[in-house]
Nanobody
Framework: QVQLVESGGGLVQPGGSLRLSCAASGSISSIYAMGWYRQAPGKQRELVAGITSGGRTNYAGSVKGRFTISRDNAKNTVYLQMNSLKPEDTAVYYC??????????????WGQGTQVTVSS
């Protein structure tokens, strides 16, 4: 069984920073692409940033230049550094990963989500 567990969300003032972490655990064989998504109330879930196993990244236009995605393959962990946060960044943030395990071919797994609230 593969699990993704996010941490690092919370309440921050506009202009502040937060760092989200997402650790994958279980009987993992390989981790391919990983990403961060977010869902604000009343809106659809949207891609925030993605990173390939080789480290190539892509970002939503609304966060480019403010957010940075990275990964530590030795720790099976992906990070999202969020700077210059705005109230419109308020959402539940989810990580996902394309992961193969000892029991299953590659599948997409999701974390449980972590709340990020940007407010004064």
């Amino acid at each position: 069984q593969v699990q993704l567990v996010e941490s690092g969300g919370g309440l921050v003032q506009p202009g502040g920073s937060l760092r989200l972490s997402c650790a994958a655990s279980g009987s993992i064989s390989s981790i391919y692409a990983m990403g961060w998504y977010r869902q604000a109330p009343g809106k659809q879930r949207e891609l925030v940033a993605g990173i390939t196993s080789g480290g190539r990244t892509n970002y939503a236009g609304s966060v480019k230049g403010r957010f940075t995605i990275s990964r530590d393959n030795a720790k099976n962990t992906v990070y999202l550094q969020m700077n210059s946060l705005k109230p419109e960044d308020t959402a539940v943030y989810y990580c996902n990963g394309d992961i193969s395990s000892l029991l299953r071919a590659m599948a997409t797994y999701w974390g449980q989500g972590t709340q990020v609230t940007v407010s004064s």
